[in-house]
């Protein structure tokens, strides 16, 4: 027997909807790349995604096309998360700071439409458009007086032009809650980057279970600031939960250092903030600096790497501002787990309460975690035994979008499907889960993904290398960098300097690695792989230690 209650379909449009109805006068407001400050309300932005909607129609959007963007946190980014979405056609956001061949091969692999993008972005879009056939145009975000003179684009649209032609009587249509309304490429271990296609379902799922109280504990009267992109995981899914629960929202634009934000962030008081932890090392910098204090931030959402320590004991004993320290992944929406205490905890000392909230956290409801060993059954929940770290749940990417290999990236288990995150965790009797190692192959650097396959194939063309390995190394500032082990053909005289050179043009540059180590052998497992961790137990602390000498 069925229940009898209404069946209604479950969709983004419902989000901006809501916001715009119960908290139509809640500010948005926004650093924008034209160089001010931009203010209005979810009202005003319902509005205009309504336009967006409207003039995508008339462009001949259809449903389930992807649209691209290139582009900051800004209100303009969340009218198309709106729009795009709301009209049934998919938001594709793309992560600018790789390099212009992958941002090209992202664009053709998703089959973008049209590519929306911040004037910050110009010269990428000048780089790829020649390669992009499918694209129709370029929209450049920003209004007829700010437009790029002879920019030798063909086909360049003005944003402020294309919303004039929408109208604000646009009506969201009912869609399937299973069809897909964003996709975001996730760089992670070898070959080309992967597409994960999130559905209206799992995105609202997603931002029920992220606002609840043990989770980002979002509400009316909260100022939400999204450091962490859009173009990542949906700014953490920030800007659907503020539209759930009403919060005024602050984007920064491109101005992500620590005098920057700390002022958006007294002058807006925001109560709330979420970034990768190389982003709260220039805030506190900053603060440390002028001796400021926060006068409204009560917390902060640190995920993306592992949160120090010692960056906890700043937030929270210094500056009185409680650290939700999160693990996600692209392939779940992104949130998994959150480090929020229990009952128990609260009579610790901060010493210890610090050394809890330094693990990943609990699995919020929706998301079903286990470790498993090398034989594939389930490890105890002790705190001491690691193995491989397993998910499932309706926001967990089930395939990824255009998957050419025959492989699914999920995995059968007590005949369960269940996603292996490439992450080696630790879960504790309260349920806790701590990343002890990474078993793929990448390097995260400030919150980005550096592949260490691609940095070895360029060093393997390189004449006088006989074999190159790459590892994630320590780094005070970036969390880690590229570190390249390489053993010299016979006789080569090749020096660091001649091998980093060698890299220009062939990567983004901030891919370069930071240092190189000559070495005799490289060590080899039984099935000829090279031991990676091997490799790190031996020189993961070598950027650390050359800082200091
Ligand atoms: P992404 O798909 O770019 O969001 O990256 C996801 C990966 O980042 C995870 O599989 C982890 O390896 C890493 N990661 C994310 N959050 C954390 C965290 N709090 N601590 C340690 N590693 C993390």
């Known amino acids: ?109 998703a089959e973008d439409q049209y590519i929306f993008f911040d004037l910050t972005f110009l010269p990428l879009i000048k ?9 129709k145009a370029f929209i450049a975000m920003t209004d007829h007086t700010h437009m790029p003179k002879d920019a030798g684009i063909d086909n360049l649209l003005c944003y402020e032009d294309l919303l004039q032609q929408g109208s604000a009587d646009y009506v969201w249509p009912m869609l399937d809650e ?29 931002t029920y279970a992220a606002a609840l109280p043990d989770a980002l504990n979002c509400s009316a009267r909260d100022v939400i600031l999204p450091v962490v992109p859009m173009f990542h995981v949906n700014a953490w899914g920030l800007p659907y939960i503020a539209c759930m629960v009403g919060a005024k929202l602050v984007f920064p634009g491109p101005a992500l250092d620590g005098k920057s934000l700390f002022e958006l962030l007294e002058v807006e ?23 400021q204090h926060f006068s409204s931030m009560k917390r902060t959402i640190i995920g993306g790497a592992a949160c120090p320590t010692a960056m906890l004991h700043r937030f929270q004993e210094i500056y009185g501002v409680a650290v939700l320290h999160v693990w996600g992944m692209t392939e779940l929406s992104p949130i998994g787990t959150i480090g929020t205490l229990k009952a128990r905890h609260l009579a610790m000392s901060p010493a210890e309460r610090n050394a809890v909230q330094s693990k990943q956290g609990r699995a919020v409801f929706g998301v079903d975690m286990k470790i498993v060993g090398a034989d594939g059954l389930e490890l105890p929940w002790d705190g001491a035994t690691s193995g491989d770290l397993m998910v499932r749940g309706p926001w967990v990417v089930r ?60 060093a393997m063309t390189h004449p006088s ?25 016979a006789q080569a005289a090749l020096t660091r300097e001649e091998l980093l050179a060698f890299y220009e043009g062939k990567i983004a540059k901030w891919w370069t690695p930071d240092d190189v180590v000559f070495v005799d052998t490289i060590p080899l497992g039984a099935t000829g792989k090279v031991l990676k961790n091997r490799l790190r137990e031996q020189f993961g602390d070598h950027l650390l230690v050359k800082a200091v000498g």
């Not at 299973?178 to 992967?194: F, H």
């Not at 996603?419 to 965790?425: E, M, R």
């Not at 005070?476 to 053909?489: G, I």
Request: aromatic share 6%; charged share 20%; with cysteine.
């Open 399 to 458: 395939d990824y979008f255009k998957n050419e290999s025959d492989c699914s990236p999920l995995l059968e288990h007590a005949g369960q499907a269940w996603f292996p995150t490439g992450d080696v965790a630790t879960i504790d009797v309260d349920g806790f889960m701590q990343i002890t190692d990474r078993s793929k192959d990448v390097i995260k650097s400030g919150g980005e993904w550096i592949g260490s396959i691609d940095l070895e194939n360029v």
């Open 465 to 489: 290398v006989s074999q190159a390995a790459c590892i994630a190394a320590k780094h005070a500032k970036w969390d880690e960098r590229p570190l390249l082990v390489v053993v010299r053909k």
């Open 1 to 109: 027997m069925h229940g009898l209650m209404m069946h209604k379909q479950l969709l983004i449009s419902s989000l901006i909807e809501h916001a715009d109805r119960h908290h139509g006068d809640t500010q948005i407001v926004s650093r924008r790349v034209e160089g001010d400050i931009h203010r209005y309300t979810f009202r005003d932005c319902h509005r205009r995604a309504r336009q967006v909607a409207s003039a995508l129609t008339s462009l001949g959007v259809q449903p389930a096309d992807r649209i691209g963007t290139l582009a900051w946190n800004g209100y303009r980014h969340l009218e198309l998360y709106y729009g795009v979405s709301g009209m049934g056609a998919i938001v594709h956001t793309i992560n600018p700071r790789l390099h212009e061949d992958q941002v090209a091969y992202i664009a053709n692999h």
């Open 178 to 206: 299973d069809a897909a309304s964003t996709l975001c490429y996730t760089s992670g271990t070898t070959g080309n980057p992967k597409g994960v296609l999130y559905s209206h379902r799992s995105s609202l799922l997603h």
């Open 269 to 291: 008081q925001v109560t709330l903030c979420a970034g990768v932890p190389t982003v709260w090392q220039g805030l506190l910098g900053h603060l440390e600096e002028t001796g």
């Open 127 to 135: 780089l790829i458009a020649g390669r992009c056939n499918r694209v």
